[in-house]
């Protein structure tokens, strides 16, 4: 299995303001992804982060909002720009791990994000 | 794009019974079946798996099935605890690009 670690794992932040949010997974990986949580809903994809090129958002996500970086095949970087008290959730970071003849989802821990 | 639909939102077991939340989803095209549980202030678990070249899955107290032809899949936990209380997740992605699409999660709560 991979082993995802986030930071911060939680903050407090002004409208207005923007957070980076980092992922580091221990084993290289091709594929990572950045989901939203909404409080008390389920899990949204936001953007596949490519190593080596820009990342591919999702119907409602765009760049200018969450820009993201991957610099290499074990961390990737969201920032949420411009934060508005709407954007307070839960960030989650996954890779696709292949191990063991199969590839495999894993969840980091989450960064718990509150926009006052 | 993929829907995932899931049933119930909450469920109420008595220590010891069983549970079942059931998913369905609409893109024909999905071939992988992961279910997490997420615990209060954590991130989602996988608790297991199913690819759409078998049926059926079991790991301990916990199994999925899965009927590609009718486009659902479900999880059993047997012999419910305490510490199964959690909110579980079913998604769905083809593995050509394994975007996940997740249900709507179920609350589960075990009585003890």
């Known amino acids: 299995s991979a082993v995802i670690s986030q930071k911060p794992s939680r903050d407090i932040c002004q409208r207005g303001t923007s957070l980076t949010i980092q992922c580091q997974v221990d084993s290289q990986v091709t594929m990572m992804f950045w989901y939203r949580q909404q409080p008390g809903q389920s899990l949204t994809l936001i953007a596949t982060?490519?190593?080596?090129?820009?990342?591919t958002y999702e119907s409602g996500f765009v760049i200018d909002k969450f820009p993201i970086s991957r610099p290499n095949l074990t961390f990737s970087t969201l920032t949420v720009s411009n934060m508005s008290p709407e954007d307070s959730s839960i960030y989650l970071c996954?890779?696709?791990?292949w191990g063991g003849g199969t590839d495999t989802q894993y969840f980091g821990p989450g960064t718990r994000l509150t926009v006052l | 794009g993929e829907n995932v639909e899931q049933h119930p939102s909450t469920l109420s077991v008595q220590e010891g019974d069983s549970a079942v939340i059931k998913c369905t989803y609409s893109?024909?095209?999905?071939?992988?079946f992961p279910w997490y549980k997420q615990e209060l202030g954590k991130g989602p678990q996988l608790i297991i798996d199913?690819?759409?070249?078998?049926g059926e899955k079991k790991d301990q107290r916990i199994a999925v099935t899965l009927n590609k032809t009718a486009k659902h899949f479900s999880l059993h936990i047997t012999e419910t605890q305490p510490e199964d209380s959690a909110v579980y997740f079913c998604a769905a992605s083809d593995t050509n690009d394994y975007k996940l699409s997740f249900g709507a999660g179920t609350t589960v709560t075990v009585r003890a």
């Open positions: 893109d024909s095209a999905s071939n992988y």
């Open positions: 982060a490519n190593q080596g090129s820009e990342a």
């Open positions: 199913i690819r759409s070249n078998v």
């Open positions: 996954s890779v696709d791990f």
